[in-house]
């Protein structure tokens, strides 16, 4: 199984200042054929489903509000949110779909 | 639109099977996509169950591979999750999904685009 793991386990941000979520994987998931990665992250807030904000690593859902933003590949990620909103407060997990689908432990994001 | 209903008992007995249908509205599941289920112990964090693929075959968690399984009605718009020999561990908020790729491409069939609300299920007796 690839694993999948988050840091930090939790966050405390300021109000329109930037949010940054690492995720590692265990092996890469870089996908050689098509060149992309088979990355995917999440936002869950509290009795909510989770709701996928990117995919391939860095490309938005529709809908999702371009402060948020993907980046990395292989076996290094990272979600930012440029300026958090109070709205942004909730639970980030980190996916791949690589081999099989297995998430990070997800990273709790608060306001400062 | 597309919307997915998770219904089912929501409390088992150990060491019985927990049943539960997903309904989805909006899209004809025989049309394309893959459907799969996720579960979230209270507190914890996803686990991918297993997934029925628009090519025809089910996937499953290795960790689970041997109590789950996972069919399809499609003159019903639904798709079913059984999970055989329950303990305490197997509580959880259990969530229907749809991978968001219409076909299987390079391997894969995607993230999970759209999600049903949830319905919980305890193993207790």
């Known amino acids: 199984d690839i694993v999948m793991t988050q840091s930090p386990d939790s966050l405390a941000v300021s109000l329109g200042e930037r949010a940054t979520i690492n995720c590692k994987s265990s092996?890469?998931?870089?996908?050689?054929?098509?060149?992309?990665?088979?990355l995917a992250w999440y936002q869950q807030k509290p009795g909510q489903p989770p709701k996928l904000l990117i995919y391939?690593?860095?490309t938005r859902e529709s809908g999702v509000p371009d402060r948020f933003s993907g980046s990395g590949s292989g076996t290094d990620f990272t979600l930012t949110i440029s300026s958090l909103q109070a709205e942004d407060v909730a639970i980030y997990y980190c996916?791949?779909?690589?081999?099989?689908?297995?998430f990070g432990q997800g990273t709790k994001l608060e306001i400062k | 639109q597309v919307q997915l209903q998770e219904s089912g008992p929501g409390l088992v007995k150990p060491s019985e099977t927990l049943s539960l249908t997903c309904a989805v509205s909006?899209?004809?599941?025989?049309?394309?996509?893959?459907w799969g289920w996720i579960r979230q112990p209270p507190g914890q964090g996803l686990e991918w169950i297993g997934t029925?693929?628009?090519?025809?075959?089910?996937y499953y968690n290795p960790s689970l591979m041997s109590r789950v399984t996972i069919s399809v009605a499609t003159s019903k718009n639904q798709f079913s999750l059984r999970l055989n020999s329950v303990t305490a561990a197997d509580t959880a908020l259990y969530y229907c999904?749809?991978?968001?790729?219409?076909?299987?491409?390079?391997?894969?069939?995607?993230?999970?685009?759209?999600w049903g609300q949830g319905t919980m299920v305890t193993v207790s007796s």
């Open positions: 029925f693929s628009q090519n025809g075959n089910t």
């Open positions: 391939w690593a860095s």
């Open positions: 909006g899209y004809s599941i025989s049309s394309g996509y893959s």
């Open positions: 999904a749809r991978h968001r790729l219409v076909v299987v491409v390079a391997a894969t069939m995607g993230a999970f685009d759209i």
């Open positions: 092996q890469s998931v870089l996908y050689s054929s098509n060149n992309k990665n088979y």
């Open positions: 996916q791949q779909y690589y081999s099989s689908y297995t």
